[in-house]
């Protein structure tokens, strides 16, 4: 029926708009296809092809990592079609991806925290305040980098580090992981 | 020294060493002359528990202790019933001996010890009086002994809460005593000066309706002293009342004595007993049953949570009796005497644990100084020892294999199943409808029992008291465990307790006088109790729990436990998070809701009269009328509606005292001349 095909045509079906390139050319940030393939590949083969799911602790950053964090969820970087989500609670985290510097008040949280997740954990130090302390190491308020508090396995450095650069630091961390 | 002799000697022993117990308690000013009383009453017991395996073991026929004739005219007799029940009572007597030796020190301000250690010995002399006396009187007087010395002990503490319930109590024990005293006076023809043989002798000479009601007076004695439903509204009140020790005695020990009275008594005059008293108890036993155990899981006392389930363990036992009595009636003694051995054997388990759960109960609230469960909990932590010994006496309650009261009611659901072959309508249909009961009971007994176990002693306590509790002292916790111990034992060797059982288990053995024929009682031996089965059941989860741990092992090797603190969220976990014993047992009330009727009231009042929207609540939730609204207040107030209208013959008006007198003298002279 020509009718109803013009119908379902005409109504139904998505409609491509402007200029038929790739979105991802609008955007000033270059995303990282190369990196996004490989972090794929790697995670597929970590836990015999489950996925990776990730617990963010704020252990007192700026927020300006968790912005970052955040827009690893949008619909441009979309890491769930990498095979990594963001869970509730550390009972369900393989990673613990970890912001700031550790201050005092959250150390034991961050210490129950990573006691809490299932071992084994990769922890993630997000942020140079989370790598080293940064400008606010040797205050009387933090405790320092988060490698003084639970074992860290992988840092992206970074004030903040783009969605890019942790996509890429995932993937150069867990490149040797088995 | 034969067995006969040392039957001859420790039972009188016992109860000599208890008068010394008893006068000792009473001169005793400081705790050296207590502890001399608490040690002459274990004394005692071990003596009479000693006397009593003796007769038990050695087969003994019935023995004719020393008695004084003059004051009772019967003998002082022991058999194989008596020698049973005398068993349960000394082995508990003593466990509460050894108990109050220190709690009766510790707890000295609550009850007061000059009272409970003399009132202590009475209860058991006279408990033990009723189990040894062939005569009427004589098992009246210490019938009576025994309902007094409770009654006071009930009281002890003398609060006004425990002397309303040990009034009650006292109310009912007196209408049982009563009645009991009518229905000797019926079956003797008017004198208590009879042997309990005699009163058989007697009966085919009277009237049919005396009969009945002579069963009838003596039904309601026995059974209202054993809590059978609808007379059991006093246990739960009274029980939980008294010193934890004394409750021991009474839940473990009282209730069976009247089960002892109602089997003597039944076996005496009634050997067939009429079909429908054996339905009556059998149906009466069940119901009660039901509504015991479902209270028991609503009730949020420890102590009243076992007077409850005393109740259900109580109408079982009673239920298994009318079925016993219906099944030898309709000709098949051998699935008669199976149920009795059913009987005996939940009998001797529910003393065990019944007597170790109340002690073990007195030691929580002797650590926690509160025994409501809703204040309880972690306890298992604080009191690891004690809390084992109560795990393993909960399981032994729920009934769990393999323990004493798996084994009883496994045979009684085996002869249950064995009666759906006689083809009788009337057996198959008791049977099917005790079989679904018994189902019931068992699933709902577990439940109290996880609920009992589970709140007191797990999760984290729930008030300062249980907070700041520590592991009782050694001679508060040892008879528990000790109890424990021997309820397990009891399951384990269930097979092989035929010996401490009353056998043979038919009621013509037990009519004191007449002890039955070789032959009969070798057939009845064989028939009697228990099969391996239960035993090999709880071998086989045994079984099962070692290779789920072995496959563990085998199937994750290596695998480390990593012990770290509880995920909270951030927020600390603490006692208020906790699931309560209410909520616990919420979707049970929600399902129950018809039998267990609630009344919630709800009452909102406007804070400011113009204001409707901010308003002040209240809530009140109390148990709708139960047996005592619907049963024992009204017969209080036909009571003493009578009474009322008695006393305008006392308007202390002279004159019409002597016209009364006048009166009376004349219809005097008219009925005799």
């Not at chain 2, 009772?72 to 020698?83: E, I, N």
């Not at chain 2, 049953?289 to 420890?302: E, G, K, L, Q």
Request: hydrophobic share 55%; aromatic share 8%; proline share 7%.
């Amino acid at each position: 029926m020509p009718l109803a095909r013009l119908l379902r045509s005409s109504a139904l079906r998505p409609r491509l708009v402007g200029t038929g390139r790739s979105p991802r050319h609008l955007g000033g940030d270059r995303p990282a296809p190369e990196d996004a393939a490989a972090l794929r590949a790697i995670v597929s083969g970590l836990y015999g092809g489950r996925s990776l799911r990730i617990r963010a602790v704020d252990a007192g950053s700026t927020n300006a990592e968790e912005l970052e964090l955040t827009a690893l969820g949008n619909a441009y970087y979309d890491i769930e079609r990498l095979g990594l989500s963001f869970v509730a609670s550390p009972r369900h985290a393989d990673v613990l991806m970890v912001t700031g510097p550790v201050v005092r008040n959250l150390a034991g949280a961050l210490r129950a925290t990573y006691d809490a997740a299932p071992s084994p954990c990769i922890v993630v130090a997000v942020g140079d305040g989370a790598c080293t302390g940064s400008i606010w190491k040797g205050s009387y308020a933090v405790v320092g980098a988060v490698d003084e508090v639970i074992p860290v396995h992988i840092r992206i450095p970074g004030d903040p580090p783009s969605p890019d650069d942790i996509i890429r630091g995932l993937a150069a961390g867990l490149r040797g992981a088995r | 020294m034969t067995a006969g002799q040392a039957v001859a000697a420790g039972l009188p022993g016992a109860a000599l060493l208890w008068v010394f117990a008893a006068i000792a308690g009473l001169a005793a000013r400081g705790p050296r002359v207590r502890q001399l009383a608490h040690a002459l009453l274990a004394a005692g017991s071990a003596s009479g528990l000693l006397a009593s395996l003796a007769h038990q073991l050695a087969a003994l026929p019935p023995l004719k202790l020393a008695a004084p004739p003059i004051l009772f005219g019967a003998p002082f007799v022991v058999d194989r019933l008596s020698a049973f029940f005398l068993m349960l009572l000394h082995g508990v007597s003593l466990m509460a001996a050894w108990f109050g030796w220190r709690y009766g020190e510790d707890e000295a301000a609550k009850y007061p010890p000059r009272l409970v250690v003399p009132l202590t010995a009475v209860f058991c002399l006279g408990m033990h009086g009723v189990l040894l006396s062939s005569g009427a009187a004589s098992f009246l007087l210490f019938w009576e002994a025994m309902s007094v010395s409770s009654f006071f002990l009930v009281m002890a503490d003398g609060t006004a809460d425990s002397r309303k319930a040990a009034l009650l109590y006292l109310a009912v024990a007196q209408a049982g005593a009563l009645a009991l005293l009518v229905g000797i006076g019926v079956l003797g023809g008017g004198s208590a000066r009879v042997t309990l043989a005699a009163l058989g002798t007697g009966l085919p000479a009277l009237p049919p309706a005396s009969r009945t009601l002579a069963l009838g007076l003596v039904a309601f004695a026995f059974t209202s002293k054993a809590g059978l439903a609808p007379f059991h509204a006093w246990l739960p009140e009274a029980h939980p009342r008294a010193p934890s020790q004394v409750s021991a005695l009474m839940s473990g020990v009282m209730l069976k004595i009247a089960v002892y009275g109602l089997l003597r008594f039944t076996s005496i005059c009634w050997p067939a007993l009429p079909d429908g008293w054996s339905l009556a108890l059998a149906a009466l036993g069940l119901g009660g049953a039901v509504v015991a155990v479902i209270s028991a899981n609503i009730a949020r006392d420890i102590k009243r949570i076992l007077a409850w389930s005393s109740v259900e363990n109580l109408g079982l036992v009673f239920a298994m009796f009318g079925f016993s009595a219906l099944a030898g009636a309709h000709g098949h003694p051998r699935l008669a005497s199976a149920i009795l051995g059913a009987m005996f054997l939940h009998v001797f388990a529910h003393a065990l644990f019944k007597a170790g759960l109340f002690l073990g109960a007195g030691a929580v609230l002797h650590g926690a100084h509160t025994a409501k469960i809703e204040d309880l909990g972690g306890l298992a932590n604080r009191m690891p020892r004690l809390s084992a010994a109560m795990l393993a006496l909960a399981l032994a309650a729920a009934p769990l294999p393999p323990f004493g009261a798996f084994a009883a009611e496994w045979l009684l659901v085996e002869s249950l199943l064995a009666s759906f072959g006689t083809g009788e309508l009337l057996l198959v249909a008791v049977g099917a409808v005790l079989l679904t009961g018994v189902a019931f009971l068992a699933g709902m007994a577990v439940f109290a029992m996880v609920r009992l176990f589970a709140f007191t002693f797990l999760a984290e306590p729930r008030s300062a008291g249980a907070r700041l509790a520590a592991e009782p002292p050694a001679p508060l916790r040892s008879p528990v465990a000790v109890l424990a111990l021997a309820g397990l034992a009891l399951g384990v060797l269930a097979p092989w307790a035929s010996p401490l059982l009353p056998i043979p288990l038919t009621r013509a053995a037990w009519t004191v006088s007449a002890p039955p024929a070789p032959a009969a009682a070798r057939a009845a031996t064989a028939a009697a109790p228990v099969s391996a089965l239960p035993l090999a059941l709880a071998a086989a989860l045994a079984g099962a729990l070692v290779c789920a741990w072995l496959a563990g092992r085998l199937l994750a090797p290596g695998r480390r436990v990593r012990r770290v603190r509880t995920w909270d969220c951030g927020q600390p976990i603490d006692a208020t998070m906790e699931y309560t014993a209410t909520g616990f047992s919420a979707p049970l009330r929600f399902f129950l809701r018809d039998i267990v009727t609630a009344e919630k009231h709800l009452v909102f009042s406007r804070v400011h009269p113009a204001n409707p929207w901010i308003t002040r609540g209240s809530m009140e939730f109390r148990k709708a009328a139960g047996a005592v609204e619907r049963i024992y207040l009204p017969i209080a107030g036909f009571i003493e509606g009578v009474g009322a209208r008695l006393k305008l013959l006392q308007n202390g008006v002279i004159q019409f005292y002597v016209a009364l007198m006048l009166v009376t003298l004349m219809l005097t002279l008219w009925v005799a001349l």
